[in-house]
């Protein structure tokens, strides 16, 4: 049976199409004083999916309830689903006196879990602070599906080394084109400046793939410099559209065509689904 968090609702119901199986009805609640309540109604005792994305501190505790509630139900099995984790990139101590915070909200799902999937986590490292099986999954390729079929002689491009490889996976899943990546050198939270490499972009249309876009600082500073060198068109495909804050202005006011995410987090760029990525591990 899948239990659905809040900020999940579209992704579990693809989920349990996927497999098969029930969602549970849940309902959320808020007390007077803040605090959250997840609760659920009848569920099967066999095994419980949770499939929330924290991306929120309400979110984490409704995923703490949700997994509780799943045990107090009976649930033999408690696998835990996080689409995206949030605290994932506070995955060391950057500074003197900083918590490891993802390994402080791991712990606090490791309390009730039976085993633990993510998808695409900044570091898949993170899957070690878990105390059950975590696992790490790839969805890049799904950004793949998409994207225009006529793309022009294509560039799938990382805005930085680290996102390389899922620059690689998605041109493999469309099944052409080139890749390359910036360097990247991040100043603040917001501000970050991007050193372009020598690849030709005049005419051809370029797909910035990354794992998460959060303030949009990354991908507009991208499609600024691509628009400058006279790219065609510029796209943006990425598994976590987080699009804090006015990130969606930015990657408009740089220039992108579009911008294709995954339905890790519902937003209305969430154009395809892990849900087959994650139906594949969880059937084995
Ligand atoms: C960091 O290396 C990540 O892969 C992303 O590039 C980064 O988190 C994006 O953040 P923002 O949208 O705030 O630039």
Redesign the pocket.
């Given at each position: 049976m899948i239990l659905p968090g809040s900020a999940s609702q579209s992704l579990a119901a693809e989920l349990a199409a996927e497999l098969g199986e029930d969602l549970a009805p849940v309902e959320f609640e808020r007390f007077p004083d803040g605090e959250v309540m997840a609760r659920i109604g009848d569920v099967s005792p066999g095994r419980a999916v949770v499939v929330a994305s924290t991306t929120t501190s309400d979110a984490h505790l409704e995923l703490l309830q949700l997994q509780d509630a799943a045990r107090e139900a009976g649930a033999r099995e408690v696998v835990t689903v996080l689409p995206y984790m949030g605290y994932a990139?506070q995955d060391r101590v950057f500074t003197p006196g900083e918590p490891v915070s993802s390994r402080a909200v791991a712990r606090a799902i490791s309390a009730n879990a039976d085993r633990v999937v993510t998808v695409n986590p900044?570091e898949a490292a993170v899957c070690e602070f878990f105390d059950p099986t975590a696992t790490a999954l790839d969805a890049a390729g799904r950004l793949a599906e998409p994207l225009p079929a006529d793309l022009t002689d294509p560039l799938f491009l990382a805005?930085?080394e680290?996102?390389c490889d899922l620059a690689d996976t998605v041109r493999d899943a469309y099944g052409v084109g080139e890749t390359d990546y910036f360097e990247?050198t991040?100043h603040s939270?917001?501000e970050?400046e991007i050193s372009p490499s020598d690849a030709s972009v005049g005419g051809r249309d370029v797909v910035v793939v990354?794992?998460?876009?959060?303030?949009?600082?990354?991908?507009s500073e991208a499609i600024a410099v691509l628009n400058d060198r006279d790219a065609s068109r510029v796209f943006v495909a990425t598994v976590h559209p987080?699009l804090?804050r006015n990130?969606r202005t930015k990657l408009a006011r740089a220039g992108v065509e579009a911008v294709f995410g995954t339905d890790t987090l519902e937003r209305p760029v969430s154009s395809v689904s892990v849900a087959p990525v994650v139906a594949a591990e969880l059937s084995e």
């Amino acid at each position: 049976m899948i239990l659905p968090g809040s900020a999940s609702q579209s992704l579990a119901a693809e989920l349990a199409a996927e497999l098969g199986e029930d969602l549970a009805p849940v309902e959320f609640e808020r007390f007077p004083d803040g605090e959250v309540m997840a609760r659920i109604g009848d569920v099967s005792p066999g095994r419980a999916v949770v499939v929330a994305s924290t991306t929120t501190s309400d979110a984490h505790l409704e995923l703490l309830q949700l997994q509780d509630a799943a045990r107090e139900a009976g649930a033999r099995e408690v696998v835990t689903v996080l689409p995206y984790m949030g605290y994932a990139r506070q995955d060391r101590v950057f500074t003197p006196g900083e918590p490891v915070s993802s390994r402080a909200v791991a712990r606090a799902i490791s309390a009730n879990a039976d085993r633990v999937v993510t998808v695409n986590p900044h570091e898949a490292a993170v899957c070690e602070f878990f105390d059950p099986t975590a696992t790490a999954l790839d969805a890049a390729g799904r950004l793949a599906e998409p994207l225009p079929a006529d793309l022009t002689d294509p560039l799938f491009l990382a805005p930085d080394e680290g996102a390389c490889d899922l620059a690689d996976t998605v041109r493999d899943a469309y099944g052409v084109g080139e890749t390359d990546y910036f360097e990247k050198t991040r100043h603040s939270g917001t501000e970050v400046e991007i050193s372009p490499s020598d690849a030709s972009v005049g005419g051809r249309d370029v797909v910035v793939v990354d794992d998460i876009v959060a303030t949009g600082s990354t991908m507009s500073e991208a499609i600024a410099v691509l628009n400058d060198r006279d790219a065609s068109r510029v796209f943006v495909a990425t598994v976590h559209p987080l699009l804090a804050r006015n990130a969606r202005t930015k990657l408009a006011r740089a220039g992108v065509e579009a911008v294709f995410g995954t339905d890790t987090l519902e937003r209305p760029v969430s154009s395809v689904s892990v849900a087959p990525v994650v139906a594949a591990e969880l059937s084995e």
